[in-house]
């Protein structure tokens, strides 16, 4: 255990997370993602929720702020205006963790597979709400 960190992180997240460059984006999502498929890294966080991994992300991840939406979500049903529970949950929980406002990138649902080519990681959750799938970039840290 380590003081101040969020147990969640294990060594093997951390790494991936402190590896990444500004820019680099992470996905984060649920069970049904076939996260092999995109051909990068895949971190198990196992029986956890979409929710509690980005909680422990984001309190050390800084979200990229050269861009007007560092967070970006799946698109439910066809519809960019719609937006599920959890969605709203997580741009809410973004948005405090950044002490900043927030919108949401929307991608449509095949468009989030042929992006997922493009990430740095994939951490995989076994969160059952469905369009749980989010891409952020990492920010800088000025201080």
Same mark, same amino acid.
């Given at each position: 255990?380590?003081? /101040?960190?969020?147990?969640? %992180?294990? /060594?093997?997240?951390?790494?991936? %997370?402190?590896?990444?460059? $500004? ?7 649920? &069970? ?7 051909? #990068?890294?895949?971190? #198990?966080? /196992? ?7 980005? #909680?422990?992300? =984001? ?9 007007? $939406?560092?967070?970006? &979500? ?24 950044? +002490? &900043? +406002? ?6 449509? #649902? ?13 951490? $995989? ?6 369009? /749980?799938? =989010?891409? =952020?970039?990492?920010?800088?840290? =000025?201080?």
């Amino acid at each position: 255990m380590l003081k /101040g960190i969020d147990p969640l %992180l294990s /060594g093997e997240l951390l790494k991936v %997370l402190d590896d990444m460059g $500004h820019g680099d984006q992470l996905l984060l999502c649920d &069970r049904n993602y076939p996260a092999v498929a995109s051909g #990068r890294p895949v971190v #198990r966080l /196992g029986e956890v929720s979409v929710l509690r991994a980005a #909680r422990a992300i =984001f309190s050390v991840l800084p979200l990229d702020s050269f861009i007007s $939406h560092p967070l970006e &979500r799946m698109e439910v049903n066809d519809d960019p205006s719609t937006t599920t529970p959890l969605q709203n949950e997580l741009l809410a929980l973004a948005s405090k963790a950044e +002490s &900043r +406002s927030l919108e949401y990138g929307v991608i449509p #649902r095949l468009d989030l597979y042929s992006r997922a080519k493009s990430v740095f990681a994939v951490v $995989h959750t076994l969160e059952a709400q469905p369009y /749980g799938c =989010f891409i =952020f970039p990492k920010g800088v840290i =000025f201080d």
